[in-house]
Nanobody
Framework: QVQLVESGGGLVQAGGSLRLSCLAS????????MGWFRQAPGKEREIVAA????????VYADSVTGRFTISRDNAKRTVYLQMNSLTPEDTAVYYC?????????????????WGQGTQVTVSS
């Protein structure tokens, strides 16, 4: 059974930082593309960042470029999202997702597996 388990969410003040982690049970993890999405109340799920299986290609939403960094450790089967300079507009449930492909993918419809989500709340 494929499982993606996110951790690292929480409450932080504006300007602060958080690092999200997503541990995947998928093997071989090194052949899986990964993505982070978020969904705020009343809004659609949107891409935050995505990374290819090798880690050599990444893509970011315009709203997080320069503030967030996606990375992966294939030996630990984990993908990370380092979030800096957080604003209240970043408040959402953050999900990691896996695609059984090698590239980077930005549409939720491209992803095969999803985690349960972790809440990130940024106070002003």
């Amino acid at each position: 059974q494929v499982q993606l388990v996110e951790s690292g969410g929480g409450l932080v003040q504006a300007g602060g930082s958080l690092r999200l982690s997503c541990l995947a049970s998928i093997r071989p993890f090194s052949r899986i593309a990964m993505g982070w999405f978020r969904q705020a109340p009343g809004k659609e799920r949107e891409i935050v960042a995505a990374i290819s299986w090798s880690g050599s290609n990444t893509v970011y939403a315009d709203s997080v470029t320069g503030r967030f960094t996606i990375s992966r450790d294939n030996a630990k089967r984990t993908v990370y999202l380092q979030m800096n300079s957080l604003t209240p507009e970043d408040t959402a449930v953050y999900y990691c997702a896996a695609n059984l492909g090698s590239s980077v993918y930005v549409s939720p419809h491209d992803y095969n597996y999803w985690g349960q989500g972790t809440q990130v709340t940024v106070s002003s």
